[in-house]
């Protein structure tokens, strides 16, 4: 009697499909064919991480555990890893200590999806730039109305502005926190939302920044001036009483004014460069 392998079967083929697997795809009304078995695999190995079962760092089970677990060939799990793994959600070690490490969704693997979809395009990064200088102010003016915003976003800002003052005068170590007060108000305006797009697009643009400059992970390129620096640092500290007051409309307004008109500013390369989606994939490996 000749014995199939699972890959073997059609995709409409149940008859060696292991129950667990039927179970769960029975349970969800998609009126599209039944996917590839690693595809089924992938799906549930996906819902445990996302779920929380397997936490950023922890490795998957071996593979020897889960051919036992889905009762299906080496191949099949293969071929589910790799599906994770080019989604971002894993990565897989070959060799003697293979294995496969969790990594929870991050911004920067949304930024880079999004960069593959804009590079395909043949957007500029000012565009990026531009869109920032709407959602940004838009982050700013939501901080505002937060209730509990003195016991959340104020104290990081506050904490922010006091490290940004011992350093004004060092382009170099100021330049990095000054953007951080920005990615504060981003990650704690009260939308996860808006944090997870506003931060993919930050992710998009600080990767052009590094890759157009030639900086590396633990420096920053000189492109201000000390009275620029000055002018940036009073900026913020206007837009950190504005929050404190609870004034929505006006903290949006300087905001969007600290982001458009400030000229010296700029960066050293042409904004008009073509985005490349690698830049994000290397700033966040």
């Known amino acids: 009697m000749t014995t199939k392998n699972l890959e073997d079967f059609g995709p ?19 009126p599209y064919m039944r996917p590839r078995l690693a595809e089924m695999i992938a799906g549930e190995l996906r819902e445990n991480i996302l779920s929380g079962l397997y936490a950023d760092g922890d490795s998957l089970p ?12 080496p191949p099949s799990i293969r071929e589910a890893l790799r599906v994770l793994e080019t989604e971002g959600l894993v990565t897989v070690k070959r060799g003697n200590v293979g294995g496969a490490i969790v990594h929870s969704p991050r911004a920067g693997k949304v930024g ?18 531009e869109a920032l200088s709407y959602f940004d102010p838009t982050c700013a003016a939501r901080c ?24 004004i005068e060092e382009p170099l170590l100021y330049t990095p926190i ?10 704690n305006c009260g ?15 600080t990767g052009h920044v590094s890759l157009l400059t030639g900086r590396t992970r633990n420096t920053t390129p000189r492109t201000t001036t000390l009275e620029a620096r000055q002018a940036s640092y009073v900026e913020h500290e206007e837009i950190l009483e504005l929050i404190i007051a609870g004034d ?15 000229g010296d500013l700029a960066y050293p390369f042409s904004v008009e460069t073509v985005i490349s989606a690698a830049a994000t994939r290397d700033a966040h490996v």
């Open 12 to 30: 409409d083929d149940d008859s060696n499909v292991p129950a667990r697997l039927n179970a769960v795809w029975s349970t969800r009304n998609v």
């Open 112 to 129: 880079y999806m999004i960069g593959l979809v804009l590079q395909n395009r043949g957007v500029p990064i000012r565009d990026v730039s």
């Open 62 to 73: 071996k593979q020897e555990d889960l051919i036992e677990r889905f009762g299906v060939s």
């Open 191 to 205: 939308s996860e939302t808006m944090s997870l797009v506003v931060g993919a697009l930050e992710s998009l643009w």
């Open 248 to 262: 929505a409309e006006n903290v949006e307004k300087l905001a969007r004014h600290h982001l458009t008109e400030r």
């Open 178 to 187: 000054a953007h951080s007060f920005h990615e504060i108000m981003v990650n």
């Open 144 to 167: 505002a109305t937060l209730p509990n915003r003195r016991k959340t976003v104020v104290p990081l800002l506050r904490a922010n502005l006091r490290e940004s003052k011992k350093v």
